[in-house]
T-cell receptor, first 111, second 115 residues
Framework: QKEVEQNSGPLSVPEGAIASLNCTYS??????FFWYRQYSGKSPELIMF????GDKEDGRFTAQLNKASQYVSLLIRDSQPSDSATYLC???????????FGAGTRLFVKA | KAGVTQTPRYLIKTRGQQVTLSCSPI?????VSWYQQTPGQGLQFLFE???????NKGNFPGRFSGRQFSNSRSEMNVSTLELGDSALYLC??????????????FGPGTRLTVL
């Protein structure tokens, strides 16, 4: 079992719709959770981080964390074609002193 | 504030050669992590340095090594290059070690091609 798993996609949504990206992790001791966006040919850029169970909203983005289910998700409301990218889920396992990345989910937003 | 910088941006080497990549973190950041990104394996953790000390290492052979200088700049070296080492090498910096809740900021990467 991979430490951080994401559906590779591609996930295709129409412009204006809600895109839902999911991520599961295996280490119950994980403490910090991050979502990065990576455009083709570019380096990852941080979108959001979340540490506590529940929802965290930032503009059109909402991160949801459920530590009991070892699940973290990212919702993108009012999706735009410019949101088309690969979204990487990253989990910091604290005691292991490293951040593990998922393989990423490719998102396509159709105009 | 300047972001993370990496040099060179592109490299072409042949099998058996060695290569050194450089990373300058954001000013004030003392942690530097290195990652290898390939289409098949995604983003793989190589190692992390904090205050000139390697804190953790990923599952890569000993051909991959690194170091950090007193000004927090870091270098990674790959010896005896293999075709499979072709990848985008990314450096990320943060103020504190990555076992904290600090976030990492990525540089533009070095694209290494091994022929």
């Amino acid at each position: 079992q991979k430490e951080v798993e994401q559906n590779s996609g591609p996930l295709s949504v129409p412009e204006g719709a809600i895109a839902s990206l999911n991520c599961t992790y295996s280490d119950r001791g994980s403490q910090s959770f991050f979502w990065y966006r990576q455009y083709s040919g570019k380096s990852p850029e941080l979108i959001m981080f979340i540490y506590s169970n529940g929802d965290k909203e930032d503009g059109r983005f909402t991160a949801q964390l459920n530590k009991a289910s070892q699940y973290v998700s990212l919702l993108i409301r009012d999706s735009q074609p410019s949101d088309s990218a690969t979204y990487l889920c990253a989990v910091n396992n604290g005691g292991g002193f490293k951040t593990i990345f998922g393989a990423g989910t490719r998102l396509f937003v159709k105009a | 504030k300047a972001g993370v910088t990496q040099t060179p941006r592109y490299l072409i080497k042949t099998r058996g050669q060695q290569v050194t990549l450089s990373c300058s973190p954001i000013s004030g950041h003392r942690s530097v992590s290195w990652y290898q990104q390939t289409p098949g394996q995604g983003l793989q953790f190589l190692f992390e340095y904090f205050s000139e000390t390697q804190r953790n290492k990923g599952n890569f052979p000993g051909r991959f090594s690194g170091r950090q200088f007193s000004n927090s700049r870091s270098e990674m070296n790959v010896s005896t290059l293999e075709l499979g080492d072709s990848a985008l090498y990314l450096c990320a910096s943060s103020r504190r070690p990555t076992d904290s809740t600090d976030t990492q900021y990525f540089g533009p990467g070095t694209r290494l091609t091994v022929l």
